[in-house]
């Protein structure tokens, strides 16, 4: 697991975006975890290969992307489905990798959003 403080700047209506690689038909998953003051306010889940994940390229908005070239083994951007509401101040985000289910690969998140 791993956690960062951050500030929010002011109050109101959020999304989270995830940044990760996705290796062509593996799973990757991961949950994000989002508190303030303790308390949990958002969590989601990403990395699975049954998700719609924002693909390079060209690659539009699709579980799984091929290119002429190959499979779809970028980084991708995944989440922004559900709103949530932050109060202004302190908060933490939780990256947890927990068990996933095969066929499975490392795990490489390189932003949340």
Known sequence: MAEIAFTVPEEGQYALFARYAC???HNVAFEVVIQQGGRTVHSDRFGRIQEPKIWPFGGGIQPMA?????????MVY????????????????????????EPAAERQVDALI
């Open 66 to 74: 091929t290119y002429d070239w190959g499979g779809g083994d970028d």
């Open 23 to 25: 290796p062509y038909m």
């Open 78 to 101: 995944e989440g922004g489905t559900r709103a949530f509401r932050l109060r202004a101040g302190q908060a933490k985000a939780f990256l947890i990798a927990g068990p996933q289910h």
